[in-house]
């Protein structure tokens, strides 16, 4: 068996330098990698839907509580080649798992699959899963229980071909889940995707901000977050690594003193708007639940019967796109979307982020730029209007 062991880290956990890998959507490869650099992450590199650094334990805690446009937050514990089930299952018994987490944590391999020697993930999570029970086992210890939706340590195996990297999974839930939304509403924006798209478009605080179908409230909460430089994990309450047995608490909370310490008091002007009053209650909620509910000013307002603002805006939108309108419903909504836009907001820059494939033609002007990114398996585009001024007034001697 031609197995190599890359990357074997029961010390390095506790006190070295590792590889990270950071998982995001594609598309927001670029912003994740400028964030990343930011916090000081040494040798980063970008990839499909990742980035790869360089970092310690504390780093790791530190990419967890600060990263907007980060899904998940991987140390890769192994990678090594294989030529059949059983070598794979050798390769996953002979990590000294109990090095990692005590038996008594629940367990839960993800796998993504890219290979002829298996054509159904979940059997390779389930092999997986029976060499780290028997070798909790073998060690003299019960074996781990599993729990497939809420894991204490959620596991990861990506296998191309016939090469596969195991990671440990420090995040545990995916990252978008911050823990101020205790309410939804119908398809709500994934607070990664409402971050990447106002790192994508270059806002800042300087610019009033209009979020006219909020729905939830997340770009309005994301872009308060943003100003004011509150990390994204302050209201989450849960982390994979907590469970690993290099957690260092008190580390993280020097890392999260550290990170609130830096919260500003920005002045910014965010204006959330929807024309359903039940989604403006739900956004209330979540803005209250992020602390900002005073400084976000909620109404319940119909896009297409509004004014413009007074000065150059940014208006970030993602409207309905589907299942619940008819055809021609839809094409009437964007429609009324171009016009409302551009007679009632010239000077602004509006970025809309849509799966509605005639979104362009609908709108009926023409964007500045075409940005594509993935919302789960669904293609979707972000696209810029640059609202020149002098619109408004050629449209006003019009009328
Ligand atoms: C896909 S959801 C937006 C999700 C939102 N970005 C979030 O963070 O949850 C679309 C929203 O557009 C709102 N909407 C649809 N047409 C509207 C209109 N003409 N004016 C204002 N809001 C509208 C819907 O009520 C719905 O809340």
Same mark, same amino acid.
């Given at each position: ?32 990698? #400028? ?83 298996? %054509? ?14 028997? &070798? ?137 708007? %929807?024309?359903?009053?039940? /989604?403006?209650?739900?956004?209330? &909620? ?72 005639? /979104? ?5 002007? $023409?964007?500045?730029? $075409?940005? $594509? ?15 020149? /001024?002098?619109? #408004?007034?050629?449209? $006003?001697?019009?009328?």
């Amino acid at each position: 068996m031609n197995n190599s062991h890359i990357n074997s880290l029961h010390n390095e956990l506790s006190n070295g330098q590792f590889q990270i890998l950071v998982r995001t959507y594609s598309g927001l490869e670029e912003v994740l990698f #400028r964030e990343i650099a930011a916090l000081g992450g040494a040798e980063p590199e970008k990839l499909n839907r990742a980035v790869s650094c360089k970092g310690d334990m504390g780093f790791v805690y530190k990419l967890n509580l600060s990263l907007r446009t980060a899904v998940k937050v991987l140390v890769p514990i192994k990678q090594f080649i294989f030529h059949d089930n059983n070598s794979f299952y050798d390769a996953l018994f002979e990590i000294d798992w109990p090095a990692f987490f005590s038996h008594d944590k629940t367990i839960a391999f993800d796998s993504i699959v890219f290979s002829r020697f298996f %054509d159904n993930s979940m059997f390779v999570s389930q092999l997986a899963k029976d060499a780290v029970a028997d &070798r909790f086992r073998k060690a003299g210890f019960p074996r781990p229980f599993v729990d497939a939706r809420n894991p204490d340590v959620p596991l990861s195996v990506y296998i191309k071909e016939n090469e596969a990297t195991v990671y440990l999974d420090s995040s545990g839930n995916s990252l978008h889940q911050r823990g101020y939304k205790p309410e939804q509403v119908h398809a709500p924006l994934s607070e990664v995707m409402a971050a990447g798209i106002l790192k994508l478009s270059g806002w800042s605080h300087h610019f009033p901000l209009i979020d006219p179908m909020c729905g939830s409230g997340t770009f309005s909460i994301e872009a308060a977050m943003l100003a004011s430089n509150v990390p994204a994990g302050m209201f989450r309450k849960r982390f994979g690594f907590e469970h690993w047995k290099a957690y260092n608490s008190e580390l993280v909370e020097q890392i999260f003193n550290g990170l609130m310490s830096r919260i500003s008091e920005t002045p910014f002007e965010i204006k959330a708007s %929807d024309r359903d009053a039940h /989604a403006i209650a739900i956004a209330k &909620r979540n803005a209250e639940a992020a602390q900002f509910v005073d400084e976000i000013s909620f109404s319940v307002a119909d896009f297409l019967k509004s004014s413009g603002p007074e000065r150059k805006a940014f208006i970030f939108m993602n409207p309905p796109y589907g299942e619940r309108l008819n055809p021609d419903d839809l094409a009437q909504l964007y429609n009324g979307i171009g016009t409302t836009l551009k007679h009632y907001y010239s000077g602004c820059e509006a970025w809309i982020f849509t799966a509605y494939p005639e /979104a362009i033609k609908q709108i009926g002007l $023409k964007p500045s730029a $075409k940005i $594509k990114l993935m919302n789960g398996p669904l293609e979707c585009l972000l696209l810029r209007y640059e609202l020149f /001024a002098g619109k #408004r007034t050629e449209f $006003k001697k019009q009328n």
